[in-house]
């Protein structure tokens, strides 16, 4: 089989006019679907409908201390809910707090109290001349959205398999004291499904930062969502809290982590866990902000899952529905576009996206083409900060809503605009 690239002009337009066609019977479908995030489908929802059945009026609503959680108090979460997330995040109860269903609402409240209070004793970041950020990319959009948001510059940090570029990583962050942090989702990455190497989280515990405040935001979003129940086939994330501790930095993290897409999205637990400074930092805040979280949410998902290898099996649950979407993407994938030489994509063991990249300077004609047949994607560029991919390559893919079908034709439309838009594009160089 021949690349495009080693097609001559007579052989990409007969190819262009084929697959104009195959399009043009696509777009007859009438398909409209959304795939612009990640969001889980129907089936995986009810996988917890019988959460709502734990607790009714007739339910015993106090926790293992007798605290009557309808009320108030307890700001930093019930402890039996801190014991099942402290095993889940693989550390401690100790050193974590719960707050209420968002991740991205912890993270964001994070930054803003370092802009407007600083970080343990240092100088707010909205006094300071300049503010920089490092990203991972390509990266979660919504994370980029936040430091954008608050005007902090935002630095361009490339992607492998092993994680981050950490020599870049360690430039910046070891002789650069504007430098004040650094977004990292280290499991099943999004978009790219990658997972940090041992090495690599070694390397991020060992940072010697210019700054004093600076902290490394670890958003362990996807820790337990593998796609395989097979252990060789689920990826292994280094604990990085203990660490940072055995290097001598227990204060350079902050680690994050939710149940969004292990029970409900709208109604889940997040918690931050970090070093014991850290926390008392943040509850000194929290004590303004509020006088207690969800306490009953945290009751229910205790008394639901009871421990983490129930939640386990509950996850395996979530996998059973994910896994053939993920291989349906990747063989259609693989049968349309193998050997062509215009697009390569992962296929990772666990998460919720694939990222697939382009010839250079495609993306966001791809995504537009797509859309002319019914299927919306996330906007190319939405993978770098400030939306701007600086090679217009890289498009995620977000298999988990769609049913089986929807997403069968969805990847055949997303695989046709590849081809439209690379022959356009080669033929316009020939």
Request: hydrophobic share 35%; net charge negative.
């Amino acid at each position: 089989m021949k690349t495009y690239q080693e097609m001559t002009k007579e052989e990409l337009t007969a190819e262009q006019q084929k697959v104009s066609e195959q399009f043009k019977a696509m777009q007859e479908r009438g398909l409209k679907l959304d795939m612009s995030r990640g969001k889980p489908a129907m089936a995986q929802l009810e996988l917890s409908n019988e959460m709502m059945d734990v607790l009714n009026s007739d339910s015993y609503f106090n926790d293992e201390t007798g605290t009557d959680c309808r009320n108030y108090g307890v700001m930093g979460g019930i402890p039996e809910a801190k014991r099942l997330m402290g095993e889940m995040s693989e550390v401690s109860p100790d050193d974590m707090i719960i707050f209420g269903n968002s991740s991205l609402n912890i993270m964001f409240d994070t930054i803003s109290r370092s802009m407007t209070h600083g970080v343990c004793g240092s100088t707010p970041w909205c006094r300071l001349d300049r503010v920089k950020f490092l990203c991972p990319v390509p990266g979660y959009d919504r994370h980029f959205k936040i430091t954008e948001y608050f005007g902090i510059e935002m630095i361009n940090i490339p992607m492998s398999p092993d994680g981050p570029d950490m020599d870049m990583v360690e430039e910046y962050v070891n002789n650069d004291p504007s430098v004040k942090g650094i977004w990292c989702v280290p499991k099943y990455s999004n978009p790219q499904g990658y997972t940090y190497s041992e090495k690599t989280v070694k390397r991020f515990a060992n940072l010697q930062p210019a700054a004093e405040d600076f902290r490394i935001f670890w958003d362990n979003a996807y820790s337990i969502h593998h796609l395989y129940d097979e252990p060789e086939r689920q990826d292994y994330l280094l604990e990085i809290l203990n660490e940072c501790r055995k290097a001598g930095h227990p204060d350079i993290v902050y680690k994050f982590i939710s149940t969004s897409k292990v029970t409900f999205p709208g109604s889940g637990l997040a918690a931050i866990a970090s070093s014991p400074a850290n926390l008392a930092e943040i509850k000194k805040h929290l004590q303004v902000q509020t006088i207690g979280h969800d306490k009953l949410n945290q009751l229910r998902h205790v008394r639901y899952f009871g421990n983490m290898a129930n939640m386990h099996a509950h996850m395996s649950k979530h996998a059973a529905i994910l896994r053939p979407k993920f291989e349906t993407v990747e063989q259609i994938l693989d049968e349309n576009l193998g050997g062509l030489g215009i697009g390569s994509w992962t296929k990772p063991n666990g998460g919720y996206f694939i990222s697939f990249d382009s010839m250079n300077g495609c993306a966001k004609a791809i995504v537009a083409k797509a859309a002319e047949a019914g299927v919306k994607m996330t906007n190319a560029g939405a993978t770098y900060p400030y939306g701007k991919d600086p090679e217009d390559k890289n498009i995620r893919i977000a298999p988990s809503f769609p049913t089986p079908g929807e997403l069968r034709m969805a990847t055949e439309i997303i695989a046709a605009s590849v081809k439209l838009v690379s022959i356009e594009k080669l033929l316009a160089e020939k």
